[in-house]
């Protein structure tokens, strides 16, 4: 008997009967033709952090070619406002095909994760993801390796006060359940997603923070309840992982918007209770195998000078990784 | 942090000896963690950062040595001594950016980091002006100290 595909597979490898990795332009035709997709959404990293994107409405093939093929002109003196002082007009976001997704919030749109490129076809300098790919091209010129990361993304919760009954006790909310942990169902909603679209999930759970009632001046989140959340991945080549979790922070804060209520992964919220860290797991990865234990479990010399490594550049990256001021 | 995993295989078998067959991870599953960085973090930079480091550990001989230095095992936080041994992590922004502008070799070399952006990165983290922040908050009354707090805390709600 054949076995039924998962529920978490993304819906367009269904569609085609293909991995990602294997996803061309023809296929990604066939799921527009489909599922009547009205336009591609292109989406990209800017200097903030977050997700841009360009909606790209598209009436018949050819216009699909073109656009899948060579992307589209972006004014880059605006994405990038503070870093480069060129005039940048010669900026395109080009797609990767590997990262199409259905839009869970726009059932008409294909979208993508792109790339900034120049018009010589070169990878943009100034952009976050040109960097981390520097970074990695030269890891692999020089060793045999591969480099495996994750990140345990952390956030808060902001919802409107609901029922006073079964109250979670603050600073007691890790691995909570139901009722005392009120958002459990938003958690796996978001986990849906992230898990079909962004990188595979390890696991979800609540985490330590709970506040009952946020003081602040904020309107946003002024009087509202926090139950701070957790969602670790399972490692994946660095670039793929880094595209991924700016995507897991968009689909975080748009389902959270979906409930009318707010998602921070902002360092700090209350004093005396738990703030949200951003914790990066790194593993060497030889020939499909994780290279970091040697025959009897223990550390590799590898894995060894890998920690080498980290404690050479660790205080210096704090600047990539706290960029706020926390008390 | 290195966390390990069990050495010993199919802890399920303890609870469900009706499970005749066996599983075996066989790809391995060993991490290191990095717990410094929190949810500000500028995720495709520190991503290239750590691969760099990773890189430089990698390539340079003296890795083994500032390792094994630096190993410790156990909960350092409930042992003084042995945290106070330990190199410490920048305590303000402004420490960060002053660190990353003297260290700003280990991420250019190679054209990977474009100066630019080094420059860049330092000036958002200046910006927060923070290295007597602390001291500026406990000078303030009890309730001024509370309202100042949280006016910082909460005015990068969604900075990354």
């Known amino acids: 008997m054949a076995s039924q595909p998962y529920a978490l597979v993304n819906p367009i490898c269904l569609l085609v009967d293909k991995q990602r990795e294997d996803l061309t332009r023809q296929d990604l035709i066939r799921v527009i033709e489909k599922k009547q997709i009205e336009r591609i959404t292109f989406h990209y990293t800017a200097l903030d952090g977050k997700l841009k994107e360009l909606k790209l409405p598209i009436v018949n093939r050819y216009q699909v070619e073109r656009i899948l093929t060579d992307g ?69 010129k020089n060793t045999d390796l591969e480099l495996y990361g994750l990140g345990e993304v952390e956030f808060y919760l902001l919802s409107p006060p609901s029922t006073p009954n079964y109250q979670a006790p603050r600073q007691k909310g890790y691995h909570g359940s139901s009722p005392f942990i009120k958002t459990g169902s938003i958690l796996n909603e978001m986990v849906r997603h992230v898990a079909q679209i962004a990188g595979p999930v390890k696991y979800a759970h609540s985490e330590v923070g709970v506040i009952e009632n946020v003081h602040s001046n904020l309107e946003e989140i002024k009087g509202k309840k926090g139950e701070q959340m957790e969602i670790e991945f399972l490692p994946v080549p660095m670039e793929d992982a880094s595209d991924g979790l700016v995507l897991t922070r968009w689909l975080i804060r748009n389902i959270a918007h979906a409930h009318g209520c707010v998602a921070t992964f902002t360092p700090k919220i209350e004093e005396g209770t738990a703030g949200n860290g951003f914790h990066v797991h790194v593993a060497l990865i030889k020939n499909s195998r994780n290279n970091m234990t040697d025959g009897k479990g223990d550390l590799s010399e590898e894995a060894r000078k890998l920690i080498g490594g980290l404690c050479t550049y660790a205080d210096s990256l704090t600047a990539f990784g706290n960029t706020v001021f926390k008390d | 942090m290195v966390i390990r995993y069990s050495k010993i295989d199919n802890l399920a078998h303890r609870l469900n000896p009706q499970q005749k067959e066996d599983f075996y991870e066989s790809k391995g599953r060993q991490t290191i963690e990095l717990r410094s960085p929190d949810g500000s973090a500028i995720v495709h930079l520190l991503l290239a950062g750590i691969t760099m480091a990773a890189e430089w550990g990698l390539t340079n001989h003296e890795s083994l040595e500032i390792a094994d230095k630096l190993y410790v095992t156990g909960n350092i936080f409930q042992n003084n001594k042995l945290l106070k041994k330990l190199p410490s992590l920048p305590k303000s922004c402004i420490e960060s950016s002053r660190v990353l502008l003297k260290k700003r070799d280990l991420y250019e070399r190679e054209n990977v980091f474009p100066k630019s952006m080094i420059d860049y990165v330092a000036k958002l983290l200046q910006a927060e002006n923070d290295e007597t922040m602390n001291q500026y908050l406990s000078d303030l009354p009890a309730d001024d100290r509370l309202h100042e707090t949280r006016r910082i805390m909460h005015k990068d709600l969604h900075r990354h």
């Open chain 1, 72 to 140: 589209e002109r972006v004014d880059g003196s605006s994405l990038f406002k503070g870093l480069v002082d060129m005039a940048l007009s010669d900026l395109y976001v080009v797609p990767v095909y590997k990262t199409a997704f259905l839009n869970p919030f726009d059932e008409r749109s294909l979208d993508f994760i792109c790339w900034y490129i120049m018009d010589d076809g070169s990878f943009a300098p100034f952009a976050f993801n040109t960097v981390l790919h520097r970074a990695y091209e030269l890891f692999r």
